[in-house]
């Protein structure tokens, strides 16, 4: 090895210490201000990393219990030749009472616990226990449920396959043998984007890394024959596909992003399968992820690896309404907050995930508060210490979360009461729409 390359190791291994070292200490100032950003935190690590997580629309409540049980959908990222699962957890949360700064533990980095709590008021834990364990082939790159039927859930898998899955047909306890209800075929890539229709039973379009989004009607399904094929292969995009999404509110409407930098909406009213109806270009660096305001039907948002998220109304995609800008790394994932119309939450290659609330943008700020971030930077999680695999908000607790990170940590928090209880105005989409 000569001089030159020896200097660049070392100057590469001294850039990834002082990384180290810059992330352990922000980790430090965070753990030390949790007990005022979170009404409750729980941390946990799983025995291999997932992608994907996601909350199930259910919850299991007893007026005699102190807590509710939630459903997660996980699935594993194992390395060598360790089998991987499609997994489903049991969450217990504590039912809303005034949490006390004195009854956060920083050693198990939660608030709720055993036995009696510094400020003497009785606590409830807060359980993560993994309740069934379905084998699958290889890394669950993502898992969906099916809305219209929740124990029905597709997987994109590394070897180009999406894979269906009926919960109730598979025990508890993995048996050993990787057998899925069915077996999605047409994409010659793996994928990351996987959307079922809100609309349609059945019906879910998935975008892969061959460039191509491919729509699905497990519908058709007939048991002679596992293998089911595309009603629809798109091919209006030049590179990568990294995301889809099902319009929440226009059945026919599906937007996709890609590395081409583009987002485009198909409408499958229409019969070109080579084009899409409308596009809109804006970002810098390939887009990773879309996302339709739930509330709002014109307003959508992108997240981008220029570190930026575009906020754009559907009826002209010729320019976004407005640029997010807060992140340190590439946008990973987004989704809108499911009860407040004006909050969207992004995670990020930076290991961190921020809330924004868009009834703040152009109000004005002291210099002081700007060096903090744009008025619409309404909060930061910082917990993770690596690269964040995807979050998910609870739909029956407002303000939960989950959040998966590459590094096998899994955390449900929910923000201190303090921090967004306040009356967050209703999104000003019309004006931002004029």
């Known amino acids: 090895m000569d001089e030159d390359q020896e200097k660049t190791l070392q100057e590469y291994q001294e850039d990834e210490t002082t990384e180290e070292k810059i992330i352990n200490e922000e980790y430090k100032t965070w753990k030390k201000n949790a007990p005022f950003l979170y009404d409750m935190m729980l941390s946990t690590a799983l025995e291999w990393p997932t992608l994907t997580t996601q909350w199930f629309p259910d919850v299991q409540d007893d007026p005699e219990k102190p807590y509710s049980t939630h459903r997660l959908l996980l699935g594993t990222h194992t390395s060598s030749e360790a089998q991987n699962y499609l997994q489903i957890a049991h969450v217990q949360l504590p039912k809303p009472i005034t949490p006390d700064i004195a009854d956060y533990d920083e050693d198990r980095e939660e608030i709720g616990g055993y036995g009696a709590s510094a400020s003497k008021k009785p606590r409830v834990e807060v359980k993560f226990n993994i309740v069934q364990k379905i084998d699958h082939k290889g890394e669950v790159n993502k898992a969906r449920y099916m809305p219209q039927n929740p124990n029905m859930i597709a997987t994109m898998c590394p070897d180009h396959k999406v894979r269906i899955w009926d919960r109730t047909k598979h025990s508890s306890i993995p048996s050993g043998v990787v057998n899925p209800q069915m077996e999605l075929v047409g994409h010659s890539k793996e994928g990351f984007g996987l959307s079922w ?28 024959d596992r293998a089911l094929q595309p009603t629809r292969t798109y091919t209006h995009h030049s590179a990568i596909v990294n995301d889809v999404q099902h319009h929440p509110l226009h059945g026919a409407l599906i937007g996709t992003v890609s590395d081409d930098l583009t987002l485009q909406i198909i409408d499958t009213r229409q019969s070109s399968t080579t084009s899409s109806t409308s596009q809109g270009s804006g970002h810098q660096d390939a887009i990773n992820a879309i996302s339709f305001n739930p509330a709002s039907e014109y307003i959508l948002a992108t997240g981008s690896a220029d570190k930026s998220i575009g906020i754009w109304d559907l009826r002209n995609l010729k320019y976004k309404l407005h640029a997010l800008e807060g992140h340190q790394d590439s946008v990973t994932s987004l989704a809108w907050h499911p009860f407040q119309e004006a909050i969207l939450g992004s995670s990020s290659a930076d290991r961190r995930i921020v809330f924004w609330d868009l009834s703040r943008v152009g109000e004005e700020q002291t210099p002081e508060d700007a060096e903090d971030g744009p008025p619409e930077l309404l909060f930061m999680h910082g917990g993770h210490t690596n690269r964040i695999a995807e979050f998910s908000w609870n739909l029956n607790d407002p303000w939960t979360l989950c959040s998966a990170a590459e590094d096998n940590l899994i955390q449900v928090w929910k923000v201190a009461n303090a921090i967004v209880g306040k009356d967050i105005e209703d999104i000003p989409v019309e004006e931002l729409e004029q």
């Open 197 to 224: 229709s809100p609309h349609e039973h059945g019906h879910l379009a998935t975008g892969s890394e061959d460039m191509t989004v491919r729509l699905w009607d497990i519908t058709r399904f007939t048991k002679g």
